[in-house]
């Protein structure tokens, strides 16, 4: 069972295709360095570094510092474990919070 915030951040930190494609590469290949993965994709290491940030904070890949094949240091990535059911009970039992929920002034009239 998931608390809501960690629900929430899973969820954000998958709504996005490049990182749905980095957790589907991690579970096919294993560990990944940063550059590879950058390569692969075909985006700067610096925007392939926000988007593995905010799947490590959302508990979805972890990070260890390994050698390259160049023989350089590099921080390798691997997807963790992990199972989402969404369903209204899941949500539910998640026990949102209304302080969640966007205060921008939406409002479904």
Known sequence: MHDAQTLLSQLQALSHPVR???V???AREG???VSHLAREAGISRPLMKMHLKKLEL????CCETGLAENGKAA???R???FALTLTPETIA???PDASLAPHQG???D
Not at 58 to 61: D, E, I, N, P
């Open 20 to 22: 749905l494609w980095v």
């Open 58 to 61: 959302a508990g979805l890949v």
């Open 31 to 33: 560990e990944l360095y």
């Open 93 to 95: 039992q998640a026990d």
């Open 75 to 77: 921080n390798f990535y």
């Open 106 to 108: 939406d409002r479904d």
């Open 79 to 81: 997807v963790m474990p």
């Open 24 to 26: 589907a590469m991690l």
